[in-house]
């Protein structure tokens, strides 16, 4: 085993009142990290030598947002209440490359649709792209991206071909590789379902002893309990479930769906699970996915969704 290399060295710092000097004389070097002393030479030129990349490195699944394009005021996207303008995650898949000639397919709020077009490369590791989905579906369009291989980029617009409530959408994605993992949990934040709303009655008492009551409009939201159980790895009991609400069951149930990329038309549900960085929309039926705990599962919360309260932890069982 080689010997620590210990140099002596003499810090001097100096400002206009006063000289320090370290006490410590020691520097302490890693085995493996010595840099040996080179003797004075005339210095080369470094040689860059170029990277080239391969079309295979296009291959596969580019993930973000697919943003509204225009000049709305995206800080109405920051607030918690306000998740029902959040922009949909989209997942772009190039699925095959011959020549110049592009086939793949997009997932995004619920929809799986082909496109085919053309590629040509610009310049050492960025490529341009021109696909088109087929047409016959309402949100079918257009794609234009450049795909910048040094730093795994995808960036470009879309364009829908009919007059739809967003017809231009833009896009930055990134390079992902999806893998179902049991285990993903959901990251806190609260579920909020902004269409389904009650009058439920609230109280507060003050020091004097007189209860005020008064009617207020709740919107249906998850708990914690929600992020406390994994129907994934876990095989349930009537007792894990039945004193939960209907929203914590219907979340939990779900999470079993978003672990197997299941891209939501729940718009609600898609806004959600879109906001959990491990989440990637990637088929539109996973029915063929589940495993047998799984499937066990969702029969059992859904018994107990069906009858469950809706504001059963958060305003009691009414």
Same mark, same amino acid.
């Given at each position: 085993?080689?010997?620590? &290399? ?33 003797? /004075? ?43 029902? /303008? ?61 795909? *910048? ?10 364009? @829908? ?22 285990? *993903?949990? &959901? ?16 109280? @507060? ?29 876990? &095989? ?6 039945? /004193? ?13 769906? @978003? ?41 059992? &919360? ?17």
């Amino acid at each position: 085993m080689k010997k620590l &290399l210990v140099l002596p060295l003499i810090i001097f710092l100096f400002n206009c009142e006063s000289h320090i000097k370290n006490s410590d004389k020691k520097v302490v070097i890693e085995e493996g990290t010595q840099v040996e002393e080179i003797p /004075n030479q005339d210095v080369k030129e470094t040689t860059v030598t170029e990277i080239h990349y391969s079309t295979d490195s296009l291959i596969g699944f580019w993930v973000g947002y697919f943003l509204k394009d225009d000049d709305f005021d995206r800080s109405v996207r920051m607030g918690e209440y306000d998740s029902w /303008n959040k922009e949909n995650k989209i997942n772009i898949s190039i699925d095959k490359i011959d020549g110049d000639k592009v086939i793949g397919h997009s997932v995004v709020a619920g929809n799986d649709r082909p496109f085919k077009g053309t590629m040509k490369k610009e310049s050492n590791g960025v490529y341009a792209f021109d696909v088109k989905e087929p047409g016959d579906h309402k949100y079918d369009g257009a794609f234009q991206f450049k795909i *910048h291989l040094e730093n795994n980029q995808m960036i470009g617009k879309w364009r @829908a071909y009919k007059e739809i409530n967003i017809r231009k959408r833009t896009y930055n994605l990134d390079k992902k590789v999806f893998k179902y993992n049991p285990n *993903h949990q &959901l990251n806190w934040m609260t579920y909020k379902d902004w269409n389904k709303t009650k009058n439920v009655e609230k109280s @507060a008492e003050y020091e004097d002893g007189i209860i005020e009551t008064w009617m207020e409009e709740a919107m249906v939201q998850s708990t914690h309990a929600s992020q406390e159980i994994n129907a994934s790895t876990t &095989l349930l009991k009537k007792e894990d479930v039945e /004193n939960l609400s209907k929203t914590d069951l219907m979340i939990i149930r779900n999470t079993i769906y @978003a672990r197997h990329g299941y891209s939501y038309k729940n718009q609600p549900l898609r806004v959600f699970f879109d906001r959990q960085p491990w989440y990637i929309p990637v088929h539109t039926d996973i029915r063929a996915h589940l495993t047998d705990i799984e499937k066990q599962n969702i029969k059992l &919360l859904l018994k107990y969704e069906k009858n469950a309260s809706e504001y059963y932890d958060t305003f009691g069982r009414g």
